[in-house]
C-alpha cells in the first residue's frame, strides 16, 4: 500500500496547507498581502476554507487528485451554493514532488453564487447497506470533470477567484 492511499488524510491535510502557502504567496509579491483565510470548525456545508480578498468573501471546497489520475468527478455538498462566492477548486499535483497545478474551478465570477447545483445527479454512498443497496445522498451532487474550467496557474487561479486586484 503506498504512502498516499495510506495516510490519506494527512495528504488531503498537506495538499490543503500547499494550496493556502502558494495563495498567500501571490498575495503577498503580487498583490497587496491582505489576503486572509479562515477555516471552519464544523464540515456542516461542505467547503474547506474561507478565503477574503478586499470585499470579495470566497467559500472554497478543495478536491485534489493525482496529476494523470483517472478520477473523472467530484461530489459537492449542495448547501456551498448558499454561500456567496462559494467554489470548488480541484487541484492536480505531482505524486512525487508534491507540486501543485494545473487547476480546475468550478464557480461564478467573484461576488457572485455558485450556479444552482440541484439539477446534478444525487450522489450516492460509495458503501452499500446489508442488501448491497447504496442509498443517495439528497445533500450531495456530482459534477463531472467537464463542469470545471481549466486553470493553468495559481496566479490565474487568484485572478479567478478574486478578480484582477
Known amino acids: 500500500m503506498s504512502k498516499h492511499t495510506e495516510k490519506s488524510s494527512a495528504r488531503e491535510k498537506l495538499i490543503e496547507h500547499l494550496f493556502v502557502g502558494d495563495l498567500l504567496k501571490h498575495s503577498w509579491l503580487r498583490v497587496d498581502g491582505n489576503l486572509e483565510i479562515s477555516q471552519p470548525e464544523v464540515d456542516y456545508a461542505g467547503y474547506d476554507l474561507i478565503a477574503e480578498q478586499g470585499s470579495v468573501i470566497r467559500h472554497i471546497q478543495l478536491k485534489a487528485s493525482f496529476l494523470g489520475g483517472k478520477t473523472s468527478r467530484q461530489k459537492v455538498h449542495l448547501r456551498l451554493s448558499d454561500k456567496p462566492s462559494g467554489c470548488v477548486v480541484w487541484v492536480y499535483f505531482d505524486r512525487e514532488t508534491l507540486a501543485l497545478g494545473p487547476f480546475l474551478f468550478y464557480g461564478g ?20 447497506n446489508k442488501d448491497g443497496l447504496k442509498a443517495e445522498r439528497p445533500n450531495i451532487r456530482v459534477l463531472n470533470k467537464g463542469d470545471f474550467l481549466a486553470v493553468d496557474s495559481i496566479e490565474e487561479l487568484y485572478e479567478r477567484l478574486f478578480g484582477s486586484t
Open 109 to 128: 465570477r467573484p461576488g457572485l453564487p455558485l450556479a444552482d447545483l440541484s439539477s446534478k445527479k444525487v450522489a450516492r454512498h460509495t458503501k452499500g
